[in-house]
């Protein structure tokens, strides 16, 4: 219903930029709009990743057909360790569950700007 972001899978890298977008387009069934996070500096400037996340966005939308929308994600990981420490959730279980709640509050951002297209 495009309301609530909810974690679907993770894929993991592959050894290159190419063989990542192939591995995330084989999951690409029933998906409408990529959401990209792009990690700007404090700034708002670019820094050497969101060059590689650009590039990487636009291999991805050409591979996929599919639109892609490029997401501000400054300081995404640092809101999701904070409330994952508020509620208690162990160093261990926060180093290996932070990347996906992340890439979930990036969504559910992308969701909340975009509500008056629903």
């Excluded at 990209?36 to 591979?63: H, N, Q, Y």
């Excluded at 904070?82 to 996906?100: F, N, Q, Y």
């Amino acid at each position: 219903m495009k309301m609530i972001a909810s974690p679907l899978k993770t894929v993991q890298a592959g050894k290159t930029l190419e063989d990542t977008v192939d591995l995330i387009v084989k999951e690409c069934d029933d998906i409408e709009t990529i959401v990209v996070g792009l990690p700007l500096l404090l700034s708002g400037k670019d820094s050497d990743t969101t060059l590689m996340v650009r590039k990487f966005a636009t291999i991805l939308e050409e591979k996929s057909g599919l639109p892609l929308v490029l997401w501000d994600e400054r300081l995404s990981s640092k809101q999701v360790e904070k409330l994952m420490m508020e509620g208690g959730v162990s160093r261990k279980k926060r180093t290996k569950h932070v990347d996906t709640m992340s890439a979930t509050l990036i969504l559910q951002n992308y969701l909340d700007g975009n509500s008056h297209g629903l």
